[in-house]
């Protein structure tokens, strides 16, 4: 996706050689017509699955989710990282370990959001490791629904999460791959 790609190469900050910063645009500020663009791609590449729920991660995930979701016509559930009071009954849950915070935190999703007749589009920001995802896929396994597959924003080519992915069956769409961050230097595949 070339408008993300300009975007990225204007806005985007190398912070070292595995970490690249696009919190102007897309995890802290939104751009808001970048987002409904990147809903409008996801969405697309997904439209003729049957997706009846687009699932993601809270926070920086809702955004992108939701502009696909609106795409595709159907409701979008996310996970939420501290199980609210308000949370009872059936939960499905995950460990899922941030390696940008460094800390394990468990994520939670109401059974009355997933059903084992839905076919689920996980929806993320970032794929680096996987762990959000792999969690999210997780979730999905525990509700019986039917994964259709994942639609990534920014893919960090060079770390291992998206091939783990691919090497269990899963479809894995990611918007933009990057190669390498080395040398401060932000190379696509």
Do not use: W
């Not at 009954?89 to 899922?96: D, W």
């Not at 997933?114 to 680096?128: E, G, H």
């Amino acid at each position: 996706m070339e408008l993300l790609k300009q975007k990225i190469r204007e806005h985007g900050i190398v912070v070292s050689d595995t970490v690249l910063k696009v919190d102007s645009f897309l995890n802290h500020q939104l751009d808001p017509e970048l987002i409904l663009e990147i809903g409008k791609e996801i969405a697309n590449r997904f439209k003729n699955d049957g997706v009846t729920k687009v699932l993601t991660i809270e926070a920086s995930g809702i955004a992108v989710a939701l502009a696909a979701a609106m795409e595709l016509k159907v409701p979008v559930v996310f996970a939420k990282k501290n199980k609210p009071s308000t949370l009872q009954g059936q939960i499905y849950s995950a460990l899922v370990h941030s390696f940008t915070k460094n800390e394990d935190v468990t994520i939670s999703v109401s059974a009355n959001y997933l059903k084992p007749s839905d076919r689920v589009l996980i929806i993320d920001d970032f794929l680096a490791m996987g762990a959000a995802s792999k969690g999210l896929v997780e979730i999905v396994r525990q509700s019986k629904a039917r994964l259709v597959g994942i639609g990534i924003v920014i893919e960090k080519g060079f770390q291992s999460g998206g091939q783990e992915l691919r090497n269990q069956g899963i479809r894995v769409e990611s918007l933009v791959t990057v190669k390498s961050l080395a040398s401060g230097q932000i190379e696509f595949c």
